[in-house]
């Protein structure tokens, strides 16, 4: 059983550089998975990203709609980590924007 969660992530960038931004970030969600050992898939469908990630026997799926002031993520927790949804919520209110909308072209 997987537990929802739902969560927008205001910008003010607009839906292309924003949708940019994310596809050049996506990879970083490695890093930010304790263990080094996570595998990321992306599929974008037009302004859609369809995202798995997968480490330590845990697959997270997700769907993160680009909108033109707006970035709406849906992430379903698998098993126990549905314990811990509002500490995952919290922090992608409060790291969510680094992690998928900073501007890395100058890395």
């Given at each position: 059983?997987?537990?929802?969660?739902?969560?927008?992530?205001?910008?003010?960038?607009?839906?292309?550089?924003?949708?940019?931004?994310?596809?050049?970030?996506?990879?970083?969600?490695?890093d930010?998975?304790?263990?080094?050992?996570?595998?990321?898939h992306?599929?974008?469908?037009?302004?859609?990203?369809?995202?798995?990630?997968?480490?330590?026997?845990?697959?997270?799926?997700?769907?993160?709609?680009?909108?033109?002031?707006?970035?709406?993520?849906?992430?379903?927790?698998?098993?126990?980590?549905?314990?811990?949804?509002?500490?995952?919520?919290?922090?992608?209110?409060?790291?969510?924007?680094?992690?998928?909308?900073?501007d890395r072209?100058?890395?």
């Amino acid at each position: 059983m997987s537990t929802p969660l739902e969560v927008d992530l205001p910008h003010s960038l607009g839906k292309a550089e924003a949708h940019a931004r994310i596809a050049g970030n996506t990879h970083r969600l490695k890093d930010a998975i304790p263990g080094g050992m996570a595998e990321v898939h992306e599929a974008w469908e037009g302004d859609t990203l369809n995202l798995t990630v997968g480490a330590m026997g845990q697959e997270v799926k997700a769907v993160i709609i680009v909108e033109d002031a707006n970035v709406h993520c849906t992430i379903d927790l698998p098993g126990m980590l549905g314990m811990f949804k509002g500490a995952i919520e919290s922090a992608m209110k409060t790291h969510g924007q680094d992690l998928l909308l900073e501007d890395r072209s100058l890395d």
